[in-house]
């Protein structure tokens, strides 16, 4: 039928309305980072934007198990097969955190060699090595936590992401951002924060992904 499905839009339209939510919330975040690290000084700026830059790029690369969670736990669960859903959510986290893991050696292998292409600046390349550690040793966290987001995301889960991102942004990381600005702690202040926020949505993630909420209405079957 052509005729409009008023529930199914509706149901997109809330969707896509805890999407931007969350995406809103992401960037003022990181938009508070930055404005912390900037009245730090130049050489932090250049620095922190390298390594925010390559954290966002990794990002999109780990997510990449994310967008199949997202058709595999989507496809199980239209199927009523909550079953097939844990076991797609059980490797997808294994290949994330697998991956994060080479991902960081190679960031630590190559820390003399990867900053160098984006700047000679020695001041910023100082600042970059502060800041490598943070960067390298979060990928595998990340790499658990993006396979996680897009389990949640193939079950519908929209509305839990957003109010996890919310939460673990408000407590984590913009306060340890601006407490950073204020004490003088510069980069290792910020980057304790993106830490802490990826840290808090791993627990959250973690917790939700080992219950029976995000399954549905198939954990009856």
Known sequence: SWRPRLPALKAQLVLGRDLLVRAAVLQLAFAAAAGVVA?????ELGAHQVALQLWLFLALVLDAYAIAAQTLVGSALGARRPDDARHTAARVVRWGLGTGVVIAVLLLV???????????DPAVLAQADVVWWFLALMQPLAGVVFALDGVLMGAGDAAFLRTVTLASAALGFVPLSLLSGWLDWGLPGVWTGLTLFIVLRLVAVGRRVRGSAWLGETVRT
Do not use: I, N
């Open 39 to 43: 009245r730090s000084g130049t050489a």
């Open 110 to 120: 190559l820390r003399p060699v990867v900053p160098p292409l984006f700047t000679d």
